[in-house]
């Protein structure tokens, strides 16, 4: 069972890009978002303060677009709120599948998992070493 050690950051996914998720959203600026999530004992270990990353899925730019950090939980909503700052330079798949380390991560093996989902410690350094901008969260 997952416990917060074994957490480096939340992965919270998207079906859409994030310009559909908030019209006119830039690099470098920051949206609060709400994201949907499932019950599960995850809920339990979500707290403020924690790190996120937004994964938008699909067929296009599938990858690491944002990162954030949990403002709120509403278990009783199922619900998370993220502040999030999107990257200039998103985390492509490609480049995760590519790396030994974050190949593993469920968002990859179990791309149909739901929210949330998490990085490790070591897969959450690698995605902040292969974005510039990640990397200063």
Do not use: F
């Not at 416990?3 to 859409?16: E, H, M, N, P, Q």
């Not at 709120?72 to 199922?78: E, R």
């Not at 949330?116 to 990397?135: C, D, F, K, M, N």
């Amino acid at each position: 069972m997952l416990t917060r050690a074994g957490i480096g950051c939340w992965l919270l996914k998207s079906a859409v890009l994030p310009d559909q998720l908030l019209p006119g959203w830039r690099p470098g600026q920051t949206g609060d978002l709400i994201r949907c999530v499932r019950r599960s004992y995850r809920l339990d270990l979500v707290g403020p303060g924690d790190p996120a990353v937004l994964w938008c899925s699909g067929r296009v730019d599938p990858g690491v677009h944002a990162v954030g950090t949990v403002t709120g939980v509403d278990a009783g909503a199922l619900e998370v709120q993220v502040r999030w700052e999107l990257l200039a330079d998103p985390v492509p798949r490609g480049a995760l599948l590519a790396d030994p380390v974050v190949r593993t991560a469920e968002v990859l093996r179990m791309p149909a998992g739901s929210n949330p989902s998490y990085l490790t410690p070591e897969q959450w350094a690698v995605v902040r070493a292969l974005s510039p901008t990640a990397g200063r969260t």
